[in-house]
């Protein structure tokens, strides 16, 4: 017999019953840390997440006799901040037609934009949780339901079960052919391309800083004291205001050292620039950089190259370098699609959303085919890529 609930917070799941729904690669390590218990815990002990900032965490439980088989991390959200598909013109529309669209219930995690399970648990359940959350949504009059980074397989088994609307994007990911070293890669780009990496390494080698690739216990208070400076500096530019507590850089630190590859270069004995990454099974998950000053060529080497240089000598098959940037194309990372499921409540504004949502994925699928076919690989390699 199956029952369905809601936890007020993650604190009230068992870290264990939660890890079991996650799918787990070589050694036990999960596919990707973003779903773990550890890393939603940092974001919520850290208060990065929680009502103040506009997350509320309501994840959604399924229980069979009593045991936890599959879950949702599901969100209520005030604001559209911090989820990398950008639905701010629909809100802005449906307010000019006199609706509410805040609260809304969102699928995802927090600050990440890393395609991964959102439906955790065994796939026959993927139904009922989708009807669950749709049905929240609706009896509580909510303007809308977004589940964001969802898999391939989520989004295809999904897709207009209940109204649910197909949106996708793209990102740009690094791909190991089996590559034996960095040279390797560079064999198989087009001549301009691999001179302008070579350029780009070699001016990073001229600045004289030391660059240390650390985990686990590696890392130490200092250099996490360090990348908080980077982080500020770089989210204070991009985003007018971090996402991340100082908190939760102590909380990935104390409970999840062994996800992160950590890469800092130094002038003398004082980190100058940082770039933080998460380990999964198969991938290397790039997601914060910063530096204090201006060194060129920099953020290419320790965000790009490092990543490359660290899943070639790992056997990892992907480097997945955050979201947006079409100069990572140059660089050897090519287009992917992304994919999300968004139900409206308004049948009109459903409508219209399911109109843009067709032109805008005539227009994306077009864009990865142009950036794939016009990519940096010589055109013998590029076409074994595809």
């Known amino acids: 017999m199956t ?111 890393v395609t ?57 990911h690094w791909l190991n052919r089996g590559y034996g070293c960095f040279d390797d890669f560079l064999a198989e780009l087009s001549s301009r391309k691999r001179k302008m990496i070579r350029k780009e390494r070699e001016g990073a080698r001229a600045l004289g800083l030391r660059i240390e690739s650390l985990s686990g216990d590696q890392i130490r208070p200092e250099h996490w004291q360090a990348f908080w400076a980077f982080y500020q500096d770089t989210g204070s530019r991009k985003w007018g205001r971090p996402y991340l507590t100082r908190e939760a850089f102590d909380a990935f630190g104390q409970t999840m050292g062994d996800d992160i590859l950590l890469v800092l270069a130094f002038d003398g004995e004082t980190p100058v620039a940082g770039a933080l990454n998460f380990i999964g099974a198969d991938t290397l998950f790039g997601r914060y950089w910063g530096a204090t000053g201006d060194y060129p060529f920099l953020h290419f080497e320790l965000c790009y190259y490092q990543a490359i240089d660290y899943a070639i000598a790992r056997g990892l098959s992907r480097v997945e370098a955050g979201a947006q940037g079409e100069h990572k194309l140059a660089r050897g990372y090519l287009p992917v699609p992304t994919f999300s499921l968004h139900w409206i409540h308004d049948p009109g504004f459903r409508q219209a959303v399911c109109d ?23 055109r013998s390699g590029q076409g074994e890529q595809q």
């Not at 009593?66 to 901040?81: I, T």
């Not at 980074?149 to 793209?170: I, K, N, V, Y």
């Not at 843009?356 to 076919?373: G, H, K, P, S, Y």
């Open 116 to 172: 991964g399970p959102r439906f955790l648990g065994a796939p026959e359940y993927r139904m009922a949780l989708a009807s669950a959350a749709i049905s929240l949504a609706r009896s509580n009059r909510l303007s809308s339901l977004h589940i964001t980074f969802c898999t391939a397989a989520e989004a295809q088994s999904l897709q207009g079960h209940d109204g649910l609307l197909l949106r996708q994007g793209q990102q740009f």
């Open 356 to 378: 843009f949502l067709q032109a805008e994925l005539r227009a994306v699928d077009d864009e990865i085919e142009i950036l794939t076919r016009y990519g940096p690989f010589r």
């Open 3 to 113: 029952e369905l609930s809601l936890a007020e917070s993650f604190s009230q799941i068992p870290a264990d019953a939660w890890d079991a729904l996650s799918p787990s690669g070589a050694a036990g390590r999960p596919v990707d840390p973003f779903t773990t218990h550890r890393f939603l815990m940092a974001l919520e002990s850290s208060g990065s997440v929680g009502q103040r900032s506009g997350w509320g965490a309501h994840p959604l439980l399924l229980h069979d006799r009593g045991r936890l088989v599959a879950a949702l991390p599901l969100w209520a959200k005030s604001h559209s901040q911090g989820e990398y598909v950008f639905d701010h013109g629909w809100a802005e529309a449906y307010a000019r037609a006199g609706g509410s669209y805040y609260p809304k219930l969102q699928v995802a995690v927090p600050f990440t934009p």
